[in-house]
């Protein structure tokens, strides 16, 4: 399939730390590291690791709502692909028409002082799209496809619950009809029943409107749902990259089958038995050599600390980060 978005050795470097008040950086946190991916078209590409990983920082910069320090993020559109990176402001507006972002916090991204409509609305208003009645008409419409009435457009998100703001939120996502949203753990802040509605409104608008999702989660019970593929993240980078039956079945990276082994069981009476990482995660303003998971790594050999792995292909549409990718055995999410 043709790729949606092109993600080229993608850094995104943080300053951290003053010598004095005017002074400059004493240290720098590189929060994503050497990224290179492509998204395709109707496709869900989910995004997991651990917090601090990357993973928002990641979804952010490929919006460039936050400016990548190196690389370059390329959009297709109009049978050409445009790099943000030549975009003025005036460029990554009318770009954003095309790619839209879901916020983790649905009450906290909703202005309050706003009705329902008002903030459905705004993108339309902001980006001068239609008339009056125009916008009147699409803020009905959209609300309708995220399950919205029409009498609930003029109250305010306090009068609504966590899983109805989220509705609102997607809505005002879907104001411009995009082709690509990032939806930054839209469920995570939910009760599991709301969540299940969320994850299937995003599966019917998917399937009704042929966008384009980078789901970003920590809950991989969410990531099996929803994602047609998953790429795991460790300390900026990703480390293994495929569909998710392999990844759930078939994982060839060590942190990858952490992850996949600590998913709880639905029988109550068998004896969960993840595979524990040992030590704590490193710091990220100061990763280790080599493989930058082998301080925690059972299966950790000498040159391991020297030389840092590439992701190679090691089958079919499986990327690997890892020197022994191919010889080792790992434990999936099943046995």
């Given at each position: 399939?043709?790729?949606?978005?092109?993600?080229?050795?993608?850094?995104?470097?943080?300053?951290?730390?003053?010598?004095?008040?005017?002074?400059?950086?004493?240290?720098?946190?590189?929060?994503?590291?050497?990224?290179?991916?492509?998204?395709?078209?109707?496709?869900?590409?989910?995004?997991?690791?651990?917090?601090g990983?990357?993973?928002?920082?990641?979804?952010?910069?490929?919006?460039?709502?936050?400016?990548?320090?190196?690389?370059?993020?390329e959009?297709?559109?109009?049978?050409?692909?445009?790099?943000?990176?030549?975009?003025?402001?005036?460029?990554?507006?009318?770009?954003?028409?095309?790619?839209?972002?879901?916020?983790?916090?649905?009450?906290?991204?909703?202005?309050?002082?706003?009705?329902?409509?008002?903030?459905?609305?705004?993108?339309?208003?902001?980006?001068?799209?239609?008339?009056?009645?125009?916008?009147?008409?699409?803020?009905?419409?959209?609300?309708?496809?995220?399950?919205?009435?029409?009498d609930?457009?003029?109250?305010?998100?306090?009068?609504?619950?966590?899983?109805?703001?989220?509705?609102?939120?997607?809505?005002?996502?879907?104001?411009?009809?995009?082709?690509?949203?990032?939806?930054?753990?839209?469920?995570?802040?939910?009760?599991?029943?709301?969540?299940?509605?969320?994850l299937?409104?995003?599966?019917?608008?998917?399937?009704?409107?042929?966008?384009?999702?980078?789901?970003?989660?920590?809950?991989?019970?969410?990531?099996?749902?929803?994602?047609?593929?998953?790429?795991?993240?460790?300390?900026?980078?990703?480390?293994?990259?495929t569909?998710?039956?392999?990844?759930?079945?078939?994982?060839?990276?060590?942190?990858?089958?952490?992850?996949?082994?600590?998913?709880?069981?639905?029988?109550?009476?068998?004896?969960?038995?993840?595979?524990?990482?040992?030590?704590?995660?490193?710091?990220?303003?100061?990763?280790?050599?080599?493989?930058?998971?082998?301080?925690?790594?059972?299966?950790?050999?000498?040159y391991?600390?020297?030389?840092?792995?590439?992701?190679?292909?090691?089958?079919?549409?499986?990327?690997?980060?890892?020197?022994?990718?191919?010889?080792?055995?790992?434990?999936?999410?099943?046995?």
């Amino acid at each position: 399939m043709e790729p949606l978005i092109k993600i080229r050795d993608l850094d995104v470097i943080f300053p951290i730390g003053k010598s004095g008040f005017f002074g400059k950086p004493t240290a720098y946190l590189q929060a994503v590291s050497g990224i290179s991916l492509d998204i395709h078209k109707r496709e869900t590409l989910g995004l997991v690791g651990e917090s601090g990983s990357g993973k928002t920082t990641l979804g952010r910069a490929i919006l460039h709502l936050e400016k990548p320090t190196r690389g370059k993020v390329e959009f297709h559109l109009d049978d050409e692909y445009v790099d943000l990176e030549d975009l003025n402001t005036k460029g990554l507006r009318k770009i954003w028409r095309h790619m839209q972002m879901v916020f983790q916090d649905p009450y906290a991204s909703l202005n309050p002082r706003m009705t329902v409509r008002e903030i459905i609305a705004e993108p339309l208003v902001v980006n001068r799209i239609g008339n009056k009645n125009g916008i009147l008409e699409k803020v009905e419409k959209v609300a309708e496809m995220c399950g919205l009435q029409r009498d609930q457009l003029g109250r305010y998100p306090h009068a609504f619950s966590g899983g109805q703001r989220q509705r609102i939120a997607i809505a005002r996502a879907l104001a411009l009809m995009p082709q690509f949203i990032v939806s930054d753990e839209p469920v995570s802040a939910l009760d599991v029943s709301i969540q299940a509605q969320i994850l299937n409104l995003f599966k019917d608008l998917q399937n009704k409107l042929g966008l384009t999702y980078l789901f970003i989660a920590h809950d991989l019970a969410t990531v099996a749902h929803v994602c047609d593929r998953v790429a795991v993240m460790y300390l900026g980078q990703i480390v293994e990259l495929t569909e998710t039956e392999r990844i759930f079945y078939s994982p060839k990276h060590p942190y990858t089958e952490a992850l996949m082994s600590a998913i709880p069981d639905i029988d109550p009476d068998r004896k969960m038995k993840p595979v524990l990482s040992s030590g704590e995660l490193p710091n990220p303003a100061n990763p280790p050599s080599g493989c930058r998971f082998h301080t925690r790594c059972r299966y950790m050999e000498p040159y391991c600390r020297e030389a840092q792995p590439e992701l190679n292909e090691i089958m079919a549409g499986h990327f690997v980060a890892c020197h022994r990718a191919e010889s080792l055995t790992l434990q999936g999410a099943v046995e």
